[in-house]
């Protein structure tokens, strides 16, 4: 990677400028550590997009996105916008840059990191060794299909239409197994086929891809089945792929698995190596501002985008082992056990930096 790599930073509402904030630092580390170039532009977006510029995606922001090599994004959201209507609320920022962007999938790994047990509301030994990835689908289904709503005789309708196309389903499928391949070789497909024409369709392009990948074990699983087996027994899920709105529902679920949803990043790509990097939480605005939130998604996104958009592998490692190393001793509040040393946002960032070990350039 020699050329210099254009980040369009968004930060967004509550907690999303400090934990953005560490993230940055983190990157910045990494050019320096690491010889990477890396060139910061800051957007607006999501509540604040709505209050300063009267839209929750301002033109601009979706525009200069395109133009960058990679997005950071902290969070949207809050209870101050929650009674707009629905074109001004702080959500349509992400629905718009998922579709503008093409972000048609999303990763969200979970996994347990070291001493985290204690925080799982499930057995130490339910929870052990997990360690699975949800692949949901992101820019199609019941969320981008028609919506109508009318009055009748027998009083107001309204409708989602849940809609798949042959080619959304074959590329979310086929970088589930492509991902498969690099870790534990096992997919389970989850749908609705007992009940959804869409989730038919689905399966049987599943069966058809799956052809090509007869190195990977592959399972279909109903998504009210699914949602037992991952409290059940959690370490058993490798890769998890499914249609946007079921994969938005369990890898709520599965998230809350480790502990703490503050752990957890996500990425959301494109066709290519464009990717939106965000951590799985909101924006907490209960405790924006205090200098407390817990920014190791965040860092741990970045991380992300190391490994995905700029396929900076060892640096990634290094962020990633940083977090691990610095969560043996130190804690935000949210995460903290009584033989943590307690430390604050910017606190946690700056122990990162200082445990990232200098990587080399590929
Ligand atoms: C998520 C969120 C979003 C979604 C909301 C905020 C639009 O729940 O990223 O999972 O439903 O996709
Ligand atoms: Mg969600």
Same mark, same amino acid.
């Given at each position: 990677? /020699? ?14 400028? !400090? ?17 990477? #170039?890396? !060139? ?18 301002? !033109? ?5 996105s395109?133009?960058?090599? &990679? ?9 101050? +916008?929650?009674?707009?209507?629905? =074109? ?32 799982? #509301?499930?057995?130490?030994? *339910? %929870? ?8 949901? !689908? ?31 389903i ?16 096992? *997919? ?5 086929? /007992? ?6 369709? +689905? ?6 891809i ?10 279909h699983?109903?998504? $009210? ?12 899920? @490798?890769?998890? *792929? ?5 994969? $938005? ?6 998230? %809350?698995l ?12 494109? $066709? ?6 965000e951590?799985? =939480? ?5 405790? &924006?501002?205090?200098?407390?939130? /817990? ?16 396929? &900076?592998?060892?640096?990634? $490692?290094?962020?990633?082992?940083a977090?691990? /190393? *610095? ?6 509040? @949210?995460?903290?056990?009584?033989? =943590? ?6 606190e ?10 200098s990587?080399?350039?590929?």
């Amino acid at each position: 990677m /020699n050329q210099t790599k254009k980040i369009a930073v968004i930060p967004g509402d509550g907690i999303g400028p !400090e934990i953005v904030a560490e993230a940055v630092k983190v990157l910045k580390a990494v050019e320096s550590q690491c010889g990477y #170039s890396f !060139e910061f532009s800051y957007l607006t977006a999501g509540g604040i997009a709505v209050d300063q510029l009267g839209t929750p995606l301002p !033109e601009e922001t979706l525009e200069e996105s395109k133009q960058a090599d &990679a997005v950071l994004l902290g969070a949207v959201g809050g209870p101050k +916008w929650d009674r707009h209507p629905v =074109h001004l609320r702080p959500e349509q920022a992400l629905l718009g840059l998922r579709k503008g962007l093409g972000l048609f999938s999303n990763l969200r790994p979970v996994v347990l990191f070291e001493g985290m047990e204690k925080s799982s #509301s499930l057995k130490p030994e *339910v %929870i052990a060794g997990v360690d699975l990835l949800v692949v949901r !689908e992101l820019t199609g289904g019941i969320y981008f299909g028609e919506k109508k709503r009318s009055k009748t005789e027998q009083g107001e309708v309204a409708s989602d239409l849940l809609i798949y196309h042959e080619y959304e389903i074959e590329r979310i499928v086929r970088q589930a197994f492509e991902i498969a391949r690099k870790r534990k070789k096992r *997919v389970t497909s989850v749908d609705k086929a /007992n009940i959804l024409e869409s989730s038919r369709l +689905w399966r049987s392009i599943v069966d058809r891809i799956a052809e090509d990948y007869p190195d990977v074990e592959y399972e279909h699983m109903l998504v $009210d089945n699914c949602a037992m087996q991952i409290v059940r027994r959690p370490a058993d899920f @490798d890769v998890i *792929v499914t249609e946007n709105m079921f994969g $938005d529902i369990l890898s709520d679920e599965a998230a %809350i698995l480790t502990g703490s949803i503050g752990m957890l990043p996500s990425a959301s790509l494109a $066709d290519g190596s464009f990717g939106l990097y965000e951590p799985v =939480h909101g924006s907490a605005p209960d405790i &924006a501002g205090k200098g407390i939130a /817990n920014p190791a998604a965040t860092i741990l996104s970045a991380a992300m985008m190391l490994r995905y958009s700029f396929d &900076a592998l060892e640096a990634a $490692d290094q962020v990633e082992n940083a977090v691990k /190393n *610095v969560l043996r001793t130190y804690r935000t509040v @949210d995460i903290a056990e009584p033989e =943590h040393q307690q430390v604050g946002t910017e606190e946690f960032g700056d122990l990162v930096v200082d445990r990232l070990q200098s990587c080399k350039k590929p």
